[in-house]
C-alpha cells in the first residue's frame, strides 16, 4: 500500500525565516508527486508536480525538489501569506487516477 | 486558465433532505473527481468519471449518488445524509497523460455541507 508522510505537523516561523517540508513516501513505482497549498475553508491549490528524481521545481519563495524516496519543499524568506496548509500527494504507476495524501503540513508565519 | 468551479459554497441541509451539488470545469479536463474533506484531515476520494462513465466508487453509502451529465459538470446528489457527512465536499479534474495515468489534478474552492 502507498504510503505518505509528512514532517513536520506544524511550524511556526519568523517572516523571513527560510525552512523545509519534508514529504517520504513509498509507492509501487513513483508517477507523479504533487504539492498543494490549502487555505482554510478552501480547496486546495495546485503548487508543482514533479515526475523524477532529480527533478527540481520553482516559484516565487518555494522550491520543490525530489529524490526517490521523499520530497522538499523549500520556503525561502517566508511571509506571513505564505501561512497555510501544504499537501503532499503521490500516485502510483498501478493507479490511474488514485492520489494518496500525506497529512499536510500546518505553516504559520509570523510578521 | 486552470479554474474549477462549485456550488453552492455552503449548504446545510437536515437528514430529510434532498440537495445536489455542482461542479464545473471549462479545460477540456476527461476525468473528474469528488473528494470529501474532514477538519484537520487531506481530502479523501469518494468517486472518480472518466468520460463521462463513473470509473471508481470508494465504497461510498449510497446516500451519495453522483452524476456526469456531460464533459463539463459533475453533480452529486445528497438524500437522507447523516450529521457525520458535515464536511468540505471537493471537485476535482485532470487531463489524461501520454503514457498513461493522468496529469495534475486541478480542485474547485469546494461547498461546506452542514447536516443537521
Known amino acids: 500500500e502507498d504510503q505518505v508522510t509528512q514532517s513536520p505537523e506544524a511550524l511556526r516561523l519568523q517572516e523571513g525565516e527560510s525552512s523545509s517540508l519534508n514529504c517520504s513516501y513509498t509507492?509501487?513505482?513513483?508517477?507523479?508527486l504533487f504539492w498543494y497549498r490549502q487555505d482554510p475553508g478552501k480547496g486546495p491549490e495546485f503548487l508543482f508536480t514533479?515526475?523524477?528524481a532529480g527533478e527540481e521545481k520553482e516559484k516565487e519563495r518555494l522550491k520543490a525538489t525530489l529524490t526517490k524516496k521523499e520530497s522538499f519543499l523549500h520556503i525561502t524568506a517566508p511571509k506571513p501569506e505564505d501561512s497555510a496548509t501544504y499537501l503532499c500527494a503521490v500516485q502510483a504507476l498501478t493507479n490511474d487516477y488514485k492520489l494518496s495524501f500525506g497529512a499536510g503540513t500546518t505553516v504559520t508565519v509570523r510578521a | 486558465d486552470t479554474e474549477v468551479t462549485q456550488t453552492p459554497k455552503h449548504l446545510v441541509m437536515g437528514m430529510t433532505n434532498k440537495k445536489s451539488l455542482k461542479c464545473e470545469q471549462h479545460?477540456?479536463?476527461?476525468?473528474m473527481y469528488w473528494y470529501k474533506q474532514k477538519a484537520k484531515k487531506p481530502p479523501e476520494l469518494m468517486f472518480v468519471y472518466s468520460y463521462e462513465k463513473l470509473s471508481i466508487n470508494e465504497s461510498v453509502p449510497s446516500r451519495f449518488s453522483p452524476e456526469c451529465p456531460n464533459s463539463s459538470l459533475l453533480n452529486l446528489h445528497l438524500h437522507a445524509l447523516q450529521p457525520e457527512d458535515s464536511a468540505l465536499y471537493l471537485c476535482a479534474s485532470s487531463r489524461p497523460r501520454g503514457g498513461g495515468g493522468q496529469e495534475t489534478q486541478y480542485f474547485g474552492p469546494g461547498t461546506r455541507l452542514l447536516v443537521l
Open positions: 509507492v509501487s513505482g513513483l508517477r507523479g
Open positions: 514533479l515526475y523524477s
Open positions: 479545460m477540456g479536463h476527461r476525468a
